[in-house]
């Protein structure tokens, strides 16, 4: 599962830009300097930046985005969002690339350049049983977000789908969604909610009801443009 995205092979608007995902494939240097050229000269300030945790994983991913971040640094306010679709594995040469060690690699050497972020749920996990007993401070997610917190980030919980929703409650019970704030919903290959705004809803008056100022932003629309 990836939210909407736009490609960086086209030229998006600048009201456009200000909620997709621009993802950039590894090593297509020109086409990124071509399309921050575009956006500055359509003098965008609010650029969401995909981070593609499997790239990132694999030979030249690290090396790519350190090029990227330079070559996106001072220009804009960025939004780093996380796929959190970089596997699992019990290698312990791999689990460097855990997605926790990448996004608090990306706090620690980039955290000066973005003041939000985005994490997405694994969507293995959302299969995962969970009873109220559930551990939620074992949750991977959880522990990353509450450093991105300490760090002062402004944190989005993404790709949040119905699958999702009792998740979101154990959250909500632990206190943790306190540092939360917004819920981003993604209706794009939902098999549990036929209803994104009946989700939206209910999930906004839980939220309510426990005094919790966590707001809740739609699906965002189909992009014109083609997806990276």
């Excluded at 399309?35 to 650029?47: A, D, E, G, K």
């Excluded at 306010?77 to 312990?92: A, T, V, W, Y």
């Excluded at 985005?118 to 939620?136: A, F, G, H, M, V």
């Excluded at 300490?150 to 993404?158: A, M």
């Amino acid at each position: 599962m990836r939210t909407k995205s736009i490609s960086i092979f086209n030229s998006p608007s600048q009201n456009s830009i200000q909620d997709e995902i621009i993802w950039f494939p590894i090593g297509v240097w020109r086409e990124v300097k071509r399309i921050v050229s575009t956006l500055q000269r359509n003098h965008t300030r609010s650029v969401r930046v995909g981070i593609n945790c499997s790239e990132f994983t694999s030979r030249h991913g690290e090396i790519w985005y350190e090029w990227l971040m330079a070559a996106l640094e001072k220009k804009f306010d960025l939004e780093l969002c996380f796929d959190n679709e970089c596997g699992r594995s019990s290698n312990k040469a791999e689990q460097r690339h855990s997605f926790s060690k990448i996004v608090t690699y990306f706090i620690n050497t980039y955290g000066d350049q973005f003041n939000s972020i985005e994490l997405c749920r694994n969507p293995q996990d959302k299969y995962i049983p969970l009873t109220s007993s559930t551990d939620i401070q074992s949750d991977e997610l959880v522990n990353v977000a509450a450093l991105a917190a300490k760090k002062g980030k402004s944190i989005t919980l993404g790709g949040i789908q119905g699958g999702d929703f009792e998740w979101l409650m154990l959250l909500i019970q632990s206190g943790f969604l306190k540092n939360v704030d917004f819920i981003r919903l993604d209706s794009d290959g939902d098999h549990w909610s036929t209803s994104t705004s009946f989700l939206a809803e209910t999930i906004s008056n839980v939220l309510h009801e426990n005094g919790l100022s966590t707001r809740v932003l739609p699906t965002l629309p189909d992009a014109s443009s083609e997806s990276a």
